[in-house]
């Protein structure tokens, strides 16, 4: 079975999204009852790199990083149907990283990156990216330190950003001090900006 934080429920409580031991490149959702299992991600897709898989705030599709459509030349951000019948590239404009959100706006997407990834400066930092889907553009939003030691461990510091729930502020990791903290960010100037 599923490790518990492997699981995560959509917005209606009406489905949850898993990956599943010994299936090495898909991710399943269904019903709280265990009925109406579809494989959202089709192995096939997986072949040139994917990760971090999140709910659209609506509960109705699935986004993440995969790298099918670039035959492995970087990842894109992806939506997917709950059924894996559609998987298409959000944009194109800006390349994919981190963890990904989408904002309920349907304008933003917010992510970090990781330490081997083209926006990790030397000194270790790491940036909040703020994506906006209609310009095709992207913002720093805060450059953290994340990189740890050893870099490279089950107790590495991804920024790994998450929405409150009322989608104004977001919290994220770092380790300015060499020790893990959690951070607040007050969003709510970005998205008026944005109105």
Request: net charge neutral; aromatic share 10%.
């Amino acid at each position: 079975m599923p490790r518990a934080g492997d699981i995560r429920w959509n917005a209606l409580h009406e489905k949850t999204k898993l990956p599943w031991p010994g299936l090495k490149f898909n991710v399943f959702t269904m019903t709280p009852d265990g009925g109406d299992i579809l494989n959202a991600v089709p192995a096939p897709y997986w072949v040139h790199g994917g990760h971090h898989i999140n709910w659209y705030p609506d509960g109705r599709a699935l986004s993440m990083n995969l790298g099918y459509f670039t035959g492995g030349k970087g990842l894109e951000f992806v939506r997917a149907s709950l059924d894996g019948k559609v998987i298409e590239a959000i944009t194109r404009a800006v390349p994919g990283s981190g963890h990904p959100t989408i904002h309920p706006d349907g304008r933003h997407i917010l992510t970090d990156c990781y330490q081997h990834e083209k926006w990790c400066r030397a000194d270790g930092s790491t940036p909040l990216r703020w994506i906006d889907l209609e310009t095709g553009t992207e913002e720093e939003i805060v450059r953290m330190i994340t990189k740890t030691k050893p870099a490279e461990s089950w107790l590495r510091c991804d920024a790994h950003p998450a929405w409150t729930r009322d989608w104004q502020w977001v919290s994220f990791n770092a380790v300015p001090d060499g020790t893990r903290h959690v951070f607040l960010a007050d969003m709510r100037d970005k998205l008026v900006e944005n109105r």
